[in-house]
């Protein structure tokens, strides 16, 4: 099998690389990125001499470097990890976000079309369904429930998804959609909730929580995710989404106070912060459908997770130093200065 994964050099993309050349060794690995601020190679460092994996840098917009690309691989699967994936940086700059997350869909579907796929995979994100109240605990995402996005990071990915499956009503294309809440775990890039706040109590820097803290996700470790998507290429059914959650809800504030814990600092770090425009209020999955038809369950449990991504970025310091000590600087300070807070 020969398996094409875009944006392979971030966060989840990478460690689904990791993952699958450990559970399938006999499977070719193509890894496409563009390496934007997000992507990062020395994260791919453990298998970039291995004789089943090949990077290759190249936007997934350029459409004859993709052509190209599948006519000298053959993949019998594309996963589709690349895109922009950061919510501020949607609300600050939407346009590379319609470019990379839609356009560069279609062009990977185009490709496919073109040169024949087994299967094409997009994954795709739990925020296309908008958000829950808060006072409505019995709510949750199912594959039904409509599309409603918020930000134009998420309506940039529901347009994706829209457009997944016009290309398997319209041309046949065998594609599978998984959307999946929010994941944590290695190699997540600070910008975002938890490694932003463990890298900021490490150097004993405040913790910038938006608004009032009480904004819900549904947490799930990286490695059940990329299990899942391993076992939806394989067995999923054509056509289908397949939602991914692990019934973890957590309030922003209590996720904030257990780091602090867990590395033992003081709770006088945190300050609220201005809100994010549109916040969403809560995101919650009902991954009953993958649980049947697929046998996948969640492994791990939040209170080992967390204790074992802390332990990674007390292990792995140069590998987000590195990347704070860049252009991550004057992210930072544009983001979080306009907040109200300076480094
Ligand atoms: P990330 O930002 O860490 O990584 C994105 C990767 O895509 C980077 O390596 C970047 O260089 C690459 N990339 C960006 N634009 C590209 C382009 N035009 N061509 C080629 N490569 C490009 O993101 P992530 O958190 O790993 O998310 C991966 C995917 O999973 C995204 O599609 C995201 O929408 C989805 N998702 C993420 C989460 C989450 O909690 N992080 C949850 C559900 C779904
Ligand atoms: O400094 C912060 N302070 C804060 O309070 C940051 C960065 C975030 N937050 C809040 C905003 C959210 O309510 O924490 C929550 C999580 O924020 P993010 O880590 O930015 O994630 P979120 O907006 O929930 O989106 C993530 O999950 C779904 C990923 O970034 C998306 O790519 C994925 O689709």
Partial sequence: MNIIVTGGAGFIGSNFIFYMLKAHPDY??????KLT?????????????????????????????????FEEEHPDVVVNFAAESHVDRSIENPEIFLQTNIIGTAV????????????????STDEVYGDLPLDRPDLFFTETTPIHASSPYSSSKAAADLLVQAYHRTYKLPVTISRCSNNYGPYHFPEKLIPLMI???????PLPVYGEGVNVRDWLYVEDHCRAIDLIIHKGREGEVYNVGGHNEMRNIDIVKLI????????SLIIHVQDRKGH?????????????????????????????TIRWYLDNRTWWETILSGEYKNYYEQMYGKRGLHA
């Avoid at 070719?28 to 990125?33: A, M, P, S, Y």
């Avoid at 867990?262 to 709770?267: F, R, T, V």
Wanted: charged share 30%; with cysteine; proline share 5%.
């Fill in 37 to 69: 601020y997000a992507g990062n190679l020395s994260t791919l460092k453990s298998v970039l001499d291995n004789p089943q994996f090949r990077f290759i840098k190249v936007d997934i917009c350029d459409r004859p470097a993709i052509y190209q690309l």
């Fill in 260 to 267: 602090c814990k867990e590395l033992g600092k003081p709770e």
């Fill in 280 to 308: 969403d209020m809560r995101y919650a999955i009902d991954p009953t459908k993958i649980h049947n038809e697929l046998g996948w369950l969640p492994e791990t449990k939040f209170a080992d997770g967390i204790k074992k």
């Fill in 199 to 205: 890298a900021n109590a490490l150097n004993n820097k």
């Fill in 28 to 33: 070719r690995i193509v890894c496409v990125d």
């Fill in 108 to 123: 990977l579907m185009d490709a496919c079309r073109k040169y024949g796929i087994k299967r094409y995979h997009q994954v």
